[in-house]
């Protein structure tokens, strides 16, 4: 079938909401508040260097040194930064370690804030309002809907994270893992364990 | 983490400007939280990086930075300039039939 007339199949286009972000980006660059080429650096940063992985390190490391765990309990701002991985935002780390009588759940009641240096980018569901608010009204509820299902016995506690204090879970270390090194403990370690939306993963 | 490049590159000049100390953290979430938090906000958070650039818009232009009309002309601009720009050359501000630059 050919094209109508109408259509000019050589035509780009822009849809609104990018044209929009490349409008903002011309007027701060004109201006000198931003420059294009750090712009592209934090967006590959983000993508590809920072994630997950680093949560899992910091966590393996608390697992296989008591020394590293019980900093990360008194300072982990200063414990995660001594690893490399510093926020951004000039915010606050606090580790909450999952225990047999308590599990951690970490929300954003506010917006979405999230610890970035050692998580990367939130996913979609952490984000979305039904988490936001459910997490604090049920949240035995949302984690079976993670597919988490704790004793009955077993306390919650939910975290809601600000712009200036951002959560991270220390799930429990499973079992069958003594002699394991931390590389190898990491691998264990999974993002949703390390928001509270999940448990580490099982010694295979 | 993005499913279109605005995205990210919304998010990333949010990043580099707090770097450079135009505005705190703090005002940032409270912008995007007045966003998030609006009735209209998609349930499944698929419109959460729009929420994100009208919180940027919001507070370029409460601290002067761009004002909503400028972003309106120039957001125009490359819209005509990507319908002038021939499928596979790069979009080009410069390509903008009306350009009065």
Same mark, same amino acid.
């Given at each position: 079938? *050919?094209?109508?007339? #109408?259509?000019?199949?050589?035509?780009?286009?822009?849809?609104?909401?990018?044209?929009?972000?490349?409008?903002?980006?011309t007027?701060?660059?004109? &201006?000198?508040?931003?420059? !294009?080429?750090?712009?592209?650096?934090?967006?590959d940063?983000y993508?590809? &260097?920072?994630? %997950?992985?680093?949560?899992?390190?910091?966590?393996?490391?608390? +697992?296989?040194?008591?020394?590293?765990?019980?900093?990360?309990?008194?300072?982990?701002?200063?414990?995660?930064?001594?690893?490399?991985?510093?926020g951004r935002?000039?915010? #606050?780390?606090?580790?909450?370690?999952?225990?047999?009588e308590?599990?951690?759940?970490?929300?954003?009641?506010?917006? *979405?804030?999230?610890?970035?240096?050692?998580?990367?980018? %939130?996913?979609?569901?952490?984000?979305?309002?039904?988490?936001? *608010?459910?997490?604090?009204i049920?949240?035995?509820?949302?984690l079976?809907?993670?597919?988490?299902?704790l004793? &009955?016995?077993?306390?919650?506690?939910? +975290?809601?994270?600000?712009?200036e204090l951002?959560?991270l879970?220390?799930?429990?270390r499973?079992?069958?893992?003594?002699g394991? *090194?931390?590389? &190898?403990?990491?691998?264990?370690?999974?993002?949703d364990?390390?928001?509270?939306?999940?448990?580490a993963?099982?010694?295979? | 983490?993005?499913?279109?490049?605005?995205?990210?590159?919304?998010?990333?000049?949010?990043?580099?400007? #707090?770097?450079?100390?135009?505005?705190?953290w703090?005002? +940032?979430?409270?912008?995007?939280?007045?966003?998030?938090?609006k009735?209209?906000?998609?349930?499944?958070?698929?419109d959460y990086?729009?929420?994100?650039?009208?919180?940027?818009?919001?507070?370029?232009?409460?601290?002067?930075?761009?004002?909503?009309?400028?972003?309106?002309?120039?957001?125009?601009?490359w819209?005509r300039?990507?319908?002038?720009?021939?499928h596979?050359? !790069?979009?080009?501000?410069?390509n903008? !039939?009306?350009?009065v630059?």
């Amino acid at each position: 079938m *050919s094209h109508d007339h #109408h259509h000019h199949d050589h035509d780009n286009e822009l849809d609104p909401m990018a044209a929009r972000v490349r409008a903002l980006e011309t007027i701060l660059t004109r &201006k000198g508040l931003i420059d !294009p080429a750090a712009i592209d650096v934090i967006v590959d940063t983000y993508e590809t &260097k920072i994630g %997950p992985r680093n949560g899992a390190r910091v966590v393996a490391r608390a +697992w296989s040194d008591p020394g590293f765990a019980d900093w990360l309990k008194r300072d982990a701002t200063a414990a995660i930064a001594s690893l490399g991985y510093t926020g951004r935002q000039g915010e #606050h780390m606090q580790a909450v370690f999952n225990t047999d009588e308590t599990h951690n759940l970490v929300v954003c009641t506010l917006c *979405s804030c999230y610890p970035w240096s050692v998580l990367g980018l %939130p996913p979609v569901w952490y984000k979305a309002p039904p988490y936001r *608010s459910r997490a604090v009204i049920d949240p035995r509820g949302v984690l079976e809907e993670f597919g988490v299902t704790l004793p &009955k016995d077993k306390k919650i506690r939910v +975290w809601d994270s600000t712009a200036e204090l951002r959560y991270l879970v220390v799930p429990q270390r499973p079992g069958g893992t003594d002699g394991w *090194s931390a590389e &190898k403990l990491a691998d264990l370690v999974t993002r949703d364990s390390m928001i509270g939306t999940g448990l580490a993963r099982e010694a295979a | 983490m993005f499913s279109e490049p605005w995205q990210a590159e919304a998010f990333a000049m949010v990043v580099a400007l #707090h770097e450079r100390g135009l505005f705190t953290w703090a005002e +940032w979430a409270e912008r995007l939280s007045a966003e998030v938090k609006k009735p209209d906000a998609a349930s499944d958070g698929s419109d959460y990086y729009g929420c994100w650039l009208a919180a940027l818009e919001r507070l370029m232009a409460e601290k002067g930075f761009a004002g909503h009309d400028e972003v309106d002309a120039v957001a125009a601009a490359w819209e005509r300039a990507a319908h002038a720009t021939p499928h596979g050359r !790069p979009i080009l501000l410069e390509n903008d !039939p009306e350009s009065v630059l």
